[in-house]
């Protein structure tokens, strides 16, 4: 490893909690139904109680909001829906008084249609200086363009129907791996990737601490753009092994480390959310030797429930699957790597809806679970708004509920394609990205506290019961058991330095592992119920009687062997080993 590039571990981010804010849902000071900058502002005192390290915005740039602001249209602004530049460095200020840290989303791989880079690439026609700006292709030789199936190849689109569509003025496709109104950059132009770097200082110099970059390791595609294979019972055909980790995407991500990053040594978060991207590629990602990116977001554990026709296609998760793969990334990304831990995001359902028990009895014991297994990981973690209060997925009674365009697009396919109403409103009810974004639980009134308003998607209704202002009253509630995680991991240098054991692999209702940091002689046991019922564990040698760290459990007893854990219990031990 060369001089300057420290062990992951060692980095300040290795002991630090990250909180993602979706700031639409967030808190609204202007009673417009939409949270804002100012309302983020003036709840920075719940999250410096809470105790996070870092704050990590969803996009807030001026957008169409066709995805919700992930199809940015300028890059050096603010959107006026969330304020101002002024109200955004009266927040970078406000976060950085508190000891905070503030990540800003970084949206590269595509823009909106409406960006003025598009704008010229699109309006100058095929002979135009920014046309290469984007992905611009002909028809399918023989075919006649803007025809079904003349696209310039099969692939479809994440959010439903072909990744291409069709410019009358010019004749020719651009490409768009999302909606059709974020058209995909064109990395391999260095004009591209310069506009991006300089675009990235400007926020740097202005005082920002570093950059979650969206579907970053899918910006560097196959100049070839063949044909995908087309699964069984598909339309479109699979272009992912010509984008996901393409040729020069790591070339692409040193020349951004080169001139953007290392301009900040050791102060920055850089993190990088990589659909499909495997262990093997991830150590390549986040080795510091490599000076690419600091940590990744994989998507492997949160697709373990999903069916063969896709996320909205469900099957129950077996805890067995889900060891296997968080104990292949421990174990991966080990030596020089390091891993993003998270739960929840603003694409994903709520957890404790998703893996835990989100009924009255076992609600908060199952969150508190939840965050027990995966804030003792060895990794980064990160926890999603209103996950700290247990908020559980929103009951939709209809599709007029919905605002998420994945989902949208996905229930008129279906519809389209003959499937049952009730059996699609099912599956998004509890997959849909909108089961993140419904507004932050604040208190029990109208709309949660959230605006004075009418909110732009409706409020969870048990927010009367879950909310900020009851749990911080509670010393035994969720928000609080998360204060003393985040405090764990600020203080314990186990969870830190020390390496990861699964124990029990093949148990479908055991959650154990072991930390053991030899610098300190520390070793810690970490044992988790996945279950509504009770469960009897038989220890490892030299765990009886040891000390407990945290338990989710009021007045847990001494450990002993074999040790009764009550349905969804969670509770870490430490010994010395020296």
């Keep these: 490893m060369p001089e300057n590039a420290p062990s992951p571990a060692d980095a300040w981010w290795s002991n630090a909690v990250v909180y993602q804010i979706y700031p639409r849902s967030f808190a609204d000071s ?8 100012q309302g983020i502002t003036e709840r920075l ?9 870092v704050l990590w915005l969803s996009p807030v740039y001026p957008s169409p909001h066709d ?15 969330f304020g101002t530049l002024a109200d955004f460095d009266r927040l970078l200020a406000s976060v950085h008084e508190r000891g905070m840290k503030l990540v800003m989303d970084l949206v590269v791989n595509h823009t909106s249609d409406e960006h003025p880079w598009f704008t010229a690439s699109r309006d100058g026609g095929p002979d135009g200086p920014q046309r290469d700006w ?14 079904p199936g003349a696209e310039p190849n099969n692939w479809g689109s994440f959010f439903s129907g072909p990744a291409w569509t069709y410019d009358t003025a010019s004749g020719e496709y651009y490409l768009h791996l999302f909606s059709r109104k974020q058209p995909d950059l064109n990395w391999d132009n260095p004009e591209v990737r310069q506009a991006v770097h300089a675009m990235m200082r400007w926020w740097l110099q202005r005082g920002v601490d570093g950059f979650r970059m969206d579907v970053i390791n899918l910006i560097s595609k196959d100049p070839a753009l063949p044909d995908g294979i087309v699964p069984e019972g598909a339309r479109y055909g699979d272009g992912s092994p010509s984008y996901v980790c393409g040729p020069r995407v790591h070339d692409y991500l040193a020349e951004m480390h080169r001139e953007v990053f290392a301009d900040y040594p050791r102060r920055l978060l850089t993190v990088g959310e990589m659909p499909g991207v495997t262990v093997e590629e991830a150590k390549l990602f986040t080795d510091p030797a490599r000076r690419e990116l600091d940590m990744v977001f994989q998507f492997e554990h949160v697709g373990l429930d999903h069916g063969p026709g896709g996320k909205f296609d469900i099957r129950p998760l077996k805890l067995t699957d889900l060891k296997a793969s968080l104990g292949r990334w421990q174990t991966g990304l080990g030596e020089t790597g390091w891993n993003s831990l998270y739960w ?18 076992h609600r908060y014991r199952s969150a508190k679970m939840l965050a027990t297994v995966l804030h003792l990981h060895r990794g980064t973690p990160y926890v999603y708004q209103g996950e700290e209060l247990a908020m559980a997925n929103a009951p939709f009674a209809s599709v007029d509920d919905f605002r998420d365009i994945e989902s949208l697009n996905h229930y008129r396919d279906q519809l389209a394609a003959g499937t049952d109403e009730q059996r699609i409103l099912d599956g998004l009810r509890r997959r849909s990205r ?52 985040i ?11 020390g390496d990861f054991r699964m124990l029990h692999p093949e148990h479908e209702q055991l959650y154990a592992f072991t930390r053991h ?62």
């Design 487 to 497: 405090a764990l991991r600020h203080t314990e240098p186990a969870l830190t330095h």
């Design 134 to 147: 984007y992905i611009w292709r002909p028809a399918r030789q023989g075919m006649e363009p803007g025809t």
């Design 344 to 361: 929840n995001n603003h694409d994903q359902p709520r957890v404790v809806s998703r893996f835990g028990d989100d009924s009255p009895f």
């Design 517 to 578: 940091d030899a610098g300190t002689g520390t070793e810690l046991l970490v044992l988790a119920n996945f279950s509504a019922g009770d469960l009897t564990v038989h220890l490892p040698d030299g765990w009886e009687g040891t000390e407990l760290l945290i338990a989710n459990v009021p007045a847990t007893p001494p450990l002993t062997s074999p040790h009764t854990l009550q349905p969804w219990e969670a509770r870490a031990h430490r010994r010395r080993t020296v």
């Design 30 to 37: 202007n009673a417009d139904g939409i949270g804002d900058l």
């Design 434 to 485: 909108d089961n993140a974004r419904t507004p932050m639980q604040w208190d029990a009134t109208g709309h949660a506290g959230f605006t004075a308003g009418t909110p732009w998607i409706p409020v969870n209704p048990d927010h009367t019961e879950v909310n900020a202002k009851a749990q911080l009253a509670d010393p035994d509630s969720v928000f609080h058991y998360y204060r003393r995680l």
């Design 67 to 81: 995805d919700n602001g992930y199809d940015i249209s300028d890059y050096q602004d603010i959107d006026p829906i």
């Design 45 to 53: 005192d719940y999250l410096s109680e809470l105790g996070v390290d």
